[in-house]
């Protein structure tokens, strides 16, 4: 399956953005999809995590619950992830990621998207 990530740019703190990934090739309704992110100098961090349509459960970061919600459209073949009362610490190149199973490793990733967030 091919990933591809948008939405990126710019906020100041306290303000949002929503991120999108469209997928394609394969059957995106089966597939466990997740946003990471990397900031600089950092490791790769789990974001967030939606499971298979049937399923649906969502898992967050504790950095990030409350504030970000992961959300897909089996329909449109979509993920994405609503930013809310963002802040500098969440300045990273976002990337979704997809695994036909629950996974800390997901088989497929996109390209990232950077995010941005001055105080």
């Known amino acids: 399956v091919q990933l591809q990530a948008c939405g990126g740019g710019s906020v100041q703190a306290g303000g949002w953005l929503r991120l999108s990934c469209a997928a394609s090739?394969?059957?995106?309704?089966?597939?466990?999809m997740y946003w990471f992110r990397q900031a600089p100098g950092k490791e790769h961090e789990f974001v967030a995590a939606i499971l298979r349509s049937g399923d649906g459960r969502t898992y967050y970061a504790d950095s990030v619950k409350g504030r970000f919600t992961i959300s897909r459209d089996n329909a449109k073949n979509t993920v994405s992830l609503q930013m809310n009362s963002l802040n500098p610490e969440d300045t990273a190149v976002y990337y979704c990621a997809a695994d036909l199973n629950p996974t800390h490793n997901p088989q497929y990733w996109g390209h990232g998207t950077q995010l941005t967030v001055s105080s």
């Open positions: 090739g394969g059957t995106f309704s089966g597939y466990a």
